[in-house]
Every structure is written in C-alpha cells, then in structure tokens.
C-alpha cells in the first residue's frame, strides 16, 4: 500500500510506505527542501494523474537517487531497512554531554583518590610511591593513618628521680593495635595536686617524647602491633605534684 504525503514548508507531495512512515515514528525528509515534518499530519489523498506528475524536480526521484548507487549489504535477519531520507542526523550534543560526563567522572575519582588517600595506601601499599609523587606535583601531603581508638597507652607512672633532685620522670609504652602504621601520636601530661587539680599541663609531640634512635625513624611511624617505651624527665622545683594524668590524641 502506497500513501502520499505532502511536505508543509515546499509543498511538495511524495509516496511514502506505511512502514516507512512508523519506522521513525511518522517523522519524513523532505527530498527537496530536506525539511523534517511529519508524515502522518501530511497525509493527502492521492488523485490520479494530478500533482506528483508535475512536480519539478520529482521529489521521487530526488528522494530515492540513492537507490541508483551500488546498493549496501543486505542487514541482518528480521533487522528492517530504513530509508535514507527517513535516517535522522545523530545531534552533536549527546557527544558534547558525554564527553562532558567522562570529564566530570574522571575529576570526582580524582578527588576522592586524594581525599582517601591515606586509606588507600594503607589497604594498597604498592600505591604509596605513585600517590607520593602525585601529591608532591600537587602540593598536598601523604601522612600515615592517625586513628586514635587503635592507639593505646599500655602501662605510665610518674616517679622521682633519686640521680637528680627535684627531678621527676614519666615512664609509658605506647602500643599501635591497629594492623597497619600509624603516626606517633601527641600525649597530654597533667600533673595534679594533693586535691586533683592541676597544676601544670604539658603537650608532648613525638621528638619530645621518642628516645634519639626511634625520632630518627619517627617519619615511618609506629609498626603494626608494635609498641614504643618512652622516658621523659620534668623539672618539680616550682610545683608540688603529686598525681599526673595522661592521654593521647592526633593534633
């Protein structure tokens, strides 16, 4: 069954197949003015021997020249044949979104591999050396884990010191239970009074605490499950202590 459509913008009237017409969706190109319109809505009834004959150029001829060329491979099984003139131009805009939408995803794991940087060495150790440089071309820093609930104060005391008077010393180990390196953590001493009050208050970073030998490795941190002994003398010359209190953290 042939229909005959007629184009809005040039009137010009063509035959079309009904399969043509719903293979994109009733949507046809002109052969002469290459208008897309509907097909469907252009619908006219054909009267013998009237207008296509006088049509100049024959939108016909115009619209099916292609078929004069050697024709393609024939398609796959039940694949349907579309027309040239039906085949809608592919709009440069998905393109352009698409490559929009690549660059978009590749910054987001660009920054969450910088956010969590830290964690993925720690769960890839080959990838320190090249998160490293990264960070060294990007100007950020690569430290190790700093996770305090796995960081622990095994055993202190505080005593004096019969070598030297007024002299006290404060003696701990710190054990690392989590199952990577950790940093050196901070420790906070208080000494307190007769009544629990405190009378100095003190922050000690790792090369203050560390013995000579452990700073100069302090950058490598404290080992999984291992455990550091540090040694730390005060003055007690001005101040009465009796009591201390002592606990770490990450600054």
Same mark, same amino acid.
């Not at 009237?13 to 293979?23: H, Y």
């Not at 897309?36 to 099916?64: H, I, M, R, T, Y």
């Given at each position: ?13 063509f ?10 969706? !009733? ?7 290459? !208008? ?5 809505? !252009? ?11 006088k ?29 040239e ?9 998905r393109?352009?979104? !698409? ?39 990007l100007?950020?820093?690569l ?22 008077k ?19 953590p ?66």
């Amino acid at each position: 069954m042939t229909l005959t459509t007629r184009c809005p913008s040039c009137t010009t009237a063509f035959r079309v197949q009904p399969s043509q017409l719903s293979a994109r969706g !009733g949507k046809v190109r002109c052969g002469k003015c290459a !208008g897309v319109f509907d097909g469907v809505a !252009g619908l006219v009834e054909e009267q013998p021997g009237a207008e296509l004959a006088k049509a100049e150029p024959s939108p016909q001829l115009a619209l099916f020249e292609a078929a004069r060329r050697p024709a393609p491979a024939l398609p796959a099984a039940n694949e349907e044949v579309i027309p040239e003139f039906l085949e809608e131009d592919p709009p440069p805009r998905r393109l352009l979104w !698409g490559f929009g939408a690549l660059l978009a995803l590749a910054a987001l794991a660009l920054q969450a591999t910088l956010v969590y940087r830290t964690e993925i060495v720690v769960l890839l150790p080959e990838t320190r050396e090249p998160l490293a440089a990264a960070c060294g071309w990007l100007g950020c820093e690569l430290r190790l884990p700093r996770r305090p609930e796995l960081m622990a104060i095994e055993s202190s005391d505080l005593q004096a010191d019969t070598r030297r008077k007024n002299v006290i010393l404060l003696n701990a180990v710190i054990r690392n239970r989590a199952p990577f390196a950790q940093e050196f953590p901070a420790l906070e001493l208080t000494l307190t009074d007769e009544r629990d009050q405190a009378v100095m208050r003190r922050v000690l970073a790792p090369q203050d605490y560390l013995p000579a030998a452990t700073a100069a490795r302090a950058a490598q941190g404290l080992a999984a499950g291992a455990e550091s002994v540090l040694r730390v003398s005060f003055d007690n010359s001005r101040i009465r202590a009796v009591g201390y209190r002592l606990y770490l953290f990450f600054p």
